[in-house]
Structures are given as C-alpha cells and as structure tokens.
C-alpha cells in the first residue's frame, strides 16, 4: 500500500535559521508530490507540487522541494524562516491516477522562536 | 468567492442526532473530494465525486456516512447517528478535473458529538 511518512512530528527553529522539512514515501509509480500548509483554525494551503521534469520544485512563500527518486524523498526546504511560518506542514501524494484522492503523512509542526 | 467553502465552521451535535455538512467548491471545479482530520491523526480520504457521481466510496468509515453532490456544485456530507469518534475537522476539496491533481481546500467544519 502506499504511504507517506513525515519523520519529523515537531521542530523548532530559530527566526532567521534555514529549514528542512522531512518526507518520504512508498509508491511504485511515478508519483505527483505536494507540501500543504495548515495554520491554526485554517485549510490547507497549497506549498508546491510536482509532477515530472525538474526535480527541484519552487513554491510560494520562498519554500521549494527537492524530488529524489533514489531516496523516495521530497524534502521542503527553506533557505530563512519567518514567524508567520509556524504552521502544520503536511506532505502528499496522488495514489490513485483515476480519482486523484491525496494520502497524507502525518504531519509536521513547527514552531519559530525569535 | 473565489476559494472552497465549507459551512458550517463549527457544529456541536449530540451523540445519535444526524448532521450535515455542506461544501462550496471553486465554481468550475468538476472534482469534489472530502477528507476527515482527526485530533492526533492524519488526513484520510473519504470520498470523491466526478461531476456528481461518486466512482470511489472506499474511504468512507461507515455506512452511516454518505454523500452527495448536486448540479456539479454544491456537496453535502450526511452522517447519521453520530458517535464520538466521528469528531473531526471535515475537509473538501476541489479540483479543476480529476486529471489534474491539484486539490485546493477549503476551511473545514469541526465536528464535536458529545
């Protein structure tokens, strides 16, 4: 079956500090990857997604994802952390090409000190 | 609006009453998704609509769960009897096809049955 683990329940980083976010999955074919963003009391805000070509991926809010297909991973990173970035970040992946229904790694908090 | 909505934002049922929750996807959108977030869990599917058939019910937990969609809009979530474990923020989803695997969300409804 497929799944999509995020290793990293929680962390905490310093206002300024880079970041690296943790995801891999088990999927046999190609798959199409995203990084969702979930601040309190709101939706899923889509990050990035990928879907074939280059592997490293640009998103909104200066984030990117690097695609390694060798590693099964899709790790998000960014370069300097703000405080609006403290948030739930869920990495994803399509496991059924008919219905596109997303699965989801159990998520990552994290949490800005200044 | 230009986004998913979901209403209502919070509702509080008693166990065994019935509840429905509605979702407003992105005018155009032809794929209509909903997900259930429980406390200290992850995502997980539950149901998905092309146009205003269902081809994929696996994910829903119960056969006290149901859904419909109408005029390739408007979708509403039925729970029947509700039980305690059926607390949850319920998230939709919408696509603009389901080919394309972008999903954009919107602000959920939390469900408390006490």
């Known amino acids: 079956a497929q799944s999509v683990t995020q290793p990293d329940i929680h962390i905490t980083v310093s206002e300024g500090a880079s970041l690296e976010l943790r995801c891999n999955y088990s999927?046999?074919?190609?798959?199409?990857l995203f990084w969702y963003v979930q601040s309190p009391g709101q939706g899923l805000q889509l990050l990035l997604k990928y879907f074939s070509g280059d592997t490293l991926v640009q998103g909104i809010k200066g984030f990117e994802a690097e695609f390694k297909r060798s590693q099964s991973s899709f790790n998000l990173r960014k370069p300097s952390v703000h405080w609006s970035d403290a948030a739930e970040y869920f990495c994803?992946?399509?496991?059924?090409?008919?219905?596109?229904?997303?699965?989801f790694g159990g998520g990552t908090r994290l949490m800005v000190k200044p | 609006g230009a986004g998913v909505s979901q209403s209502p934002s919070n509702k509080v049922t008693e166990k065994g009453k019935d509840v429905e929750l509605r979702c407003d996807p992105i005018?155009?959108?032809?794929?209509l998704y909903w997900y259930r977030q429980r406390l200290g869990q992850g995502l997980e599917f539950l149901i998905y609509f092309q146009g205003n058939s269902a081809p994929d019910k696996s994910g829903l937990p119960s056969d006290r769960f149901s859904a419909e969609r109408t005029g390739e809009s408007v979708s509403t979530l039925t729970i029947q009897r509700t039980q305690q474990e059926d607390s949850a923020v319920y998230l939709c989803a919408s696509s603009l096809e389901v080919r394309r695997a972008e999903q954009y969300f919107g602000p959920g409804t939390r469900l408390t049955v006490t």
């Open positions: 994803a992946v399509v496991t059924n090409n008919a219905g596109n229904m997303l699965t």
């Open positions: 999927y046999g074919a190609t798959p199409y």
């Open positions: 005018s155009g959108h032809t794929a």
